[in-house]
């Protein structure tokens, strides 16, 4: 039975007039945070149990929880205090932020703002009769000052205080295995300690990557317990999107993967993996500079500038066009690729020579200007058509780029360190954007709480060893409220990273389907064990980058190999063959409907294909037998009769013929759907109901689809609609 729940005094001194101050927020918004000040003022909140703001990236997240601040200033709190991210600039930037947002209140002194390293030792009486707010970095001797200073302070220790730890996941709390984790475990403690030594006080963590803070189950032995249910906050609230928001469903979604043109396939651009390391370090054998324009070494990048600049070009000359002021029609582009300054100083030089280059070509006549403008106008008419938006004349779009390059509206601006982002932030914690055309080229320090406003061009090449979810959607700059830009908007990264990133997006939207379903819904965590077994796995072993998510009608299947030759010492003619007599006895090809098999002999086919098929591209997606082989063990054991578990659909088909490489015009470099929705999806919709299927389609594999000539089979494996939401490991923290 629900508690009473005291009533919000809505009509106070502060959330009213910042209301008012604040027109264009919704109405979803200022409902999100009076949901949540009620619960804070009806419930408990500790650092282990907290109140939950759950957003998305560049969602709005920190506009809610300066709303939540003005009603909890209403409703008995007298002091906020807001954990930030270890940077110097956003400390700035928040504190700025805050400031602007209570301006008048601060003209007044109903309120005052401090950067905690700047703010009086002790405070007397009269100063502690106005609301005071604390921004204080996530380190060490910020947060030892704000425990010194309440611990000698009985008269703010007895005031009812707030915590809102901002980006709660970053280093609130440590999994890593390296000299991070110690410092993440040293944070936690303080806030714990800061949280003891406060007599009044709730805890509100904000954050849009809550992997770190959700999937940290107690420390137990779960024996044969299949199903672990995240630890929960004291309750939990969603930020509200509105419809404007671009974030992952975009980029990384079913239309974003389709291979007719979409809005948000043609985001897509590919770029050649090959083209990284050359960024990555000044070596004129492997690029000259000179060669910018012509090199088919740089080609994605050269298609990202030139793209980006005719873009830009584009949406002035609509924006003018419809009446927009044209000093206000500017527009940003981020190159991160490295961390390193060395790599940022040669792609600065790169980038400064491509566009000099350009403009030396326009103001000569040189053929390559026009190709380049006209190959890049034709790529975004496409997109302009589809969202039926004005495409300008090339002709005048020539002459408009022209003059952009003329007029110097192209500006290129490097930042590595906290110091640049420091003196280009301007009050709205967004970078400045100087010029028409603003070129960032930039590493980890352009991530989290860094906004750059009107992105349309994203170049992305950073693929570390192990991909860290939370990490990768943080360097995810493209995402906020850009649908007015999203014709041009254009994403260039490799088949691999792009593929990493899908995983990714599919990983967040089950994680966050079970976390908003509440209730006793549970999401499945599971590793393969020595003996072959699935078992469960600690959620907080997860290593993202080595996850399968299991959903159901999930299709799990190998993208981008070669077939092996027919003949030769590596020949796959007779495995062919034997596999050919193999599925001919179990269940024919081409039947009307699919025959149920032991488990084991499915495997066992599995086994026979993975060598006929060869992964020897960088580029290939990785695709993880084991782990296939497993996913499949589990799903075959989800039925809910006992005498059902075990068996999977098995159905085959002959005479495919596929080809390797998706078309010139498709987003994607290999085909990924062998199977169609009319015949494989109508069988798995019919059949694979308690068990899953597998379908063995055998292609002819001919050259001329870009295979070698030889037949080979082509495995996909379909989640069954019953099965619950799972996340299968290949490989866990230590």
């Not at 849009?208 to 672990?228: D, G, K, R, W």
């Not at 393969?528 to 796995?537: F, L, M, R, T």
Request: hydrophobic share 40%; aromatic share 8%.
């Amino acid at each position: 039975m629900k508690m009473p729940t005291t009533p919000l005094n809505l009509s106070g001194f502060f959330y009213p007039a910042y209301q008012s101050a604040n027109p264009s927020f919704s109405m979803e918004t200022f409902k999100c945070a009076e949901e949540t000040v009620q619960e804070l003022v009806d419930l408990t909140t500790t650092s282990d149990h907290p109140g939950m703001l759950l957003g998305k990236v560049q969602s709005g997240k920190t506009r809610t929880f300066i709303s939540v601040l003005a009603l909890a200033l209403d409703n008995s709190f007298d002091i906020a205090i807001i954990l930030s991210k270890n940077s110097r600039a956003l400390i700035e930037q928040t504190c700025k932020r805050v400031r602007s947002e209570f301006k008048t209140f601060v003209d007044e002194g109903e309120i005052a703002v401090y950067d905690i390293m700047h703010a009086p030792e002790r405070f007397g009486a009269f100063e502690l009769e106005s609301k005071l707010i604390f921004v204080a970095k996530k380190q060490a001797d910020n947060l030892n000052r704000l425990i010194d200073l309440f611990a000698h302070s009985p008269a703010m220790t007895g005031k009812r205080t707030l915590i809102v730890d901002d980006e709660a996941d970053s280093a609130s709390i440590g999994y890593s295995k390296k000299g991070g984790l110690v410092e993440a475990r040293t944070i936690a403690s303080q806030i714990s300690s800061l949280r003891s030594t406060i007599a009044q006080c709730s805890f509100l963590q904000v954050t849009a990557t809550p992997y770190s803070l959700y999937l940290q189950p107690p420390e137990i032995e779960v024996a044969n317990v299949m199903a672990f249910k995240p630890t929960r906050p004291a309750f939990t609230k969603l930020v509200p999107v509105p419809d404007g928001y671009v974030g992952g469903e975009t980029y990384f979604g079913e239309a974003a993967r389709s291979e007719a043109d979409t809005l948000e396939s043609l985001i897509h651009h590919t770029v050649d993996h090959n083209e990284f390391p050359r960024l990555k370090k000044k070596d004129r054998r492997s690029l000259d500079p000179d060669d910018v324009l012509t090199s088919n070494k740089i080609e994605g990048y050269r298609a990202a500038i030139v793209n980006f600049i005719v873009g830009g070009t584009i949406q002035r000359i609509n924006g003018r066009n419809s009446g927009l002021k044209d000093k206000r029609l500017r527009y940003s582009f981020l190159l991160h690729s490295e961390s390193g300054r060395e790599a940022h100083a040669w792609q600065e030089t790169i980038t400064r020579t491509m566009v000099a280059n350009l403009l030396l070509a326009a103001t000569n006549g040189d053929p390559i200007f026009v190709d380049l403008v006209t190959a890049a106008h034709a790529d975004l008419s496409r997109s302009l058509s589809l969202d039926s938006k004005p495409i300008p004349q090339l002709s005048d779009v020539l002459t408009a780029t022209a003059e952009a390059l003329r007029d110097e509206h192209v500006t290129i601006t490097k930042v590595n360190s906290d110091d640049d982002v420091a003196a280009l932030l301007d009050d709205s914690g967004q970078l400045k954007l100087r010029s028409p055309l603003n070129v960032f080229i930039g590493g980890q320090v352009l991530d989290r709480g860094v906004t750059l406003s009107s992105l349309i061009g994203f170049y992305y090449g950073r693929r570390p060893n192990k991909f860290q979810q939370d990490t990768v959607l943080q360097h995810s700059r493209m995402y906020g409220y850009r649908r007015a830009d999203l014709a041009v908007t254009r994403f260039y990264t490799s088949r691999a990273i792009r593929f990493a990133m899908e995983q990714m997006e599919e990983f967040d939207a089950s994680l966050r389907d079970t976390v908003e379903a509440g209730g006793d819904r549970a999401i499945q965590f599971i590793r393969k064990a020595a003996d072959g077994s699935i078992v469960p796995c600690s959620p907080n072993k997860i290593l993202v980058a080595t996850t399968q998510t299991l959903r159901p009608k999930k299709r799990i299947l190998p993208i981008g190999f070669q077939s092996g030759y027919r003949t030769g010492s590596h020949g796959i003619g007779a495995a062919i063959e034997a596999l050919d007599a193999s599925i001919e006895a179990l269940c024919g090809f081409g039947n009307e409907r699919p025959t149920l098999v032991p488990l084991k002999t499915a495997v066992y086919l599995l086994n026979q294909i993975k060598p006929t098929l060869e992964f020897a591209d960088d580029e290939t997606p990785d695709f993880d037998w084991r782990a296939a082989e497993a996913v499949l063990t589990h799903l075959s054991h989800q039925a809910v009769n006992p005498e059902d578990r075990g068996k999977v659909w098995l159905w085959a088909a002959r005479d495919r013929n596929s080809s390797r490489f998706a078309s010139s015009s498709s987003h994607a470099t290999f085909i990924e759907t062998p199977d169609s929705e009319r015949t494989e999806g109508q069988l798995a919709k019919q059949f694979a109901i308690q068990q899953p299927i597998l379908f063995l389609l055998r292609q002819n594999g001919a050259e001329s689809k870009g295979w070698r000539g030889a037949p080979f089979y082509w495995p996909v494996i379909r989640a069954q609609t019953h099965t619950p939401p799972a996340i299968y490991t290949a490989e866990t923290i230590d």
